[in-house]
């Protein structure tokens, strides 16, 4: 099988041509790209220069390609996938002249933020690990862009000082909170893109400052990505509970895994909420994401239904628990009756309290009545040291860094 570096270069330039092509139709057709300047960009970007060890079509496939795992086999650097890469870009918007910074380098993402801002512009990408920067740095001068991109090594939570303000940063990398220094670096008319960690969901984010120590966006596309390494590393925690059965959880909150376990041994009882959604509506992860903000303890439960009697929806559901963790309830669903493409969300309550079960059934309707087919919610982001008393009223996510505030407005 020939890799990228064994053809010569004729050969490569005509058949890469085509599979860009193809590649960037593609997502056009998906609606991943809606700005031509954004499809230019990709035009003017080989792949296949950014991720030179694969075969030809496999550098233009619509899929991430892994370069560095950690001794255990988890990833821990990747060439991001270029749906992620478009829909990152849409999101940020760079324009002519713009300054930029992106946290997190593997040359493909700096080359086509230089595309957009141009000569007049200026990208600054920061990596943690120095084998990825000594990647980016080769694979942009493959591609002639050496001098166009400054490659920093060093740990992105405190952003690039020297070069700021941004019009621009775009962190390709996940973090579990947003970096004071982030803000403090980004031009007061600036955009911040963040895949984001909301109690264990990722999501995209765009964020623009509102004056005053004020920052607020959403966007909230699901994402995955490799967690930040550095000073802001975080994890989520998973715990085993019955055969076949884990919940996923983020952030300090009260669980007794072995009685949240033996809560979820005993039957369940379903409980229907009369929210019918069609199975093409793309409801799971908007609802993933109102739970995450109205429940006091949430987690998401993953099952493996060879293993296990409990009925999560496949990727895992939104669990709450009792804070003794004697009760718990998940969301679930059930198709509905001679409808083939609608279903019904529901809750199945284990254990006695049924006020747990009501509170979920009764935040499905409260969804359905006044938030369903609505942007979703609103990310509100403070500098640190803002007064509480002054902050918008929702789901206040705890993490270190700059305070953040989830809500969902009616309209
Ligand atoms: C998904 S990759 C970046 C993809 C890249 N932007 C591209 O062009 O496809 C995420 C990168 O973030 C880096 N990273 C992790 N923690 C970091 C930190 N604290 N500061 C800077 N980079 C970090 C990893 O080493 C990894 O290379």
């Not at 593997?106 to 007049?120: K, T």
């Not at 405190?158 to 031009?187: F, K, S």
Request: hydrophobic share 40%.
């Amino acid at each position: 099988m020939k890799t990228v570096s064994d053809r010569s270069v004729t050969e490569l330039a005509a058949e890469a041509g085509e599979l860009n092509h193809q590649l960037i139709h593609a997502l056009e057709q998906a609606g991943r790209i809606t700005t031509p300047e954004i499809a230019a960009a990709f035009r003017a970007t080989p792949r296949h220069l950014f991720v030179p060890d694969v075969e030809l079509s496999e550098a233009y496939k619509d899929d991430y390609q892994p370069t560095d795992r950690d001794g255990d086999g988890r990833l821990l650097s990747s060439v991001s996938a270029p749906w992620l890469v478009a829909q990152m870009l849409e999101y940020l918007r760079p324009q002519p002249g713009n300054s930029v910074l992106e946290i997190g380098s593997g040359g493909y993402n700096a080359a086509l933020l230089h595309q957009l801002v141009g000569d007049a512009g200026a990208v600054t990408s920061i990596d943690i690990d120095p084998a990825v920067t000594s990647r980016a740095r080769r694979c942009l001068r493959a591609a002639g862009l050496e001098d166009a991109v400054r490659i920093v090594t060093g740990d992105g939570a405190h952003g690039v000082p020297d070069a700021a303000p941004y019009d621009r940063i775009e962190v390709t990398v996940q973090a579990a909170a947003i970096e004071q220094a982030w803000l403090d670096q980004l031009d007061p008319k600036g955009v911040l893109v963040v895949p984001l960690r909301v109690r264990g969901l990722g999501r995209l984010v765009a964020l623009t400052p509102n004056g005053e120590g004020h920052y607020s966006g959403g966007g909230w596309l699901p994402c995955g990505f490799v967690a930040m390494r550095g000073e802001a590393a975080s994890s989520t925690r998973m715990h085993a509970l019955t055969p076949g059965a884990r919940v996923r959880v983020d952030g300090t909150q009260p669980l007794d895994p072995e009685a949240l376990a033996k809560a979820l041994d005993t039957t369940g009882t379903p409980r229907w909420s009369g929210v019918e959604v069609g199975s093409s509506e793309g409801t799971r992860p908007v609802i993933d994401l109102w739970f995450a903000t109205v429940l006091d303890t949430y987690g998401t439960l993953l099952t493996d239904p060879k293993e296990s009697a409990l009925r999560a929806l496949p990727g895992g559901t939104p669990l709450t628990w009792t804070t003794d963790s004697t009760a718990a309830a998940y969301v679930t669903m059930r198709p509905v009756e001679e409808k083939s493409d609608r279903y019904e969300y529901g809750v199945i309550l284990h254990g006695d309290d049924q006020a747990l079960a009501e509170t979920l059934v009764e935040s499905l309707r409260e969804w359905d009545r006044d938030h369903r087919g609505r942007p979703g919610p609103v990310l509100h982001v403070y500098d640190e040291g803002t007064d509480p008393a002054t902050m918008a009223l929702g789901r206040s996510l705890e993490r270190p860094g700059a305070p953040m505030v989830l809500t969902w407005p009616k309209s």
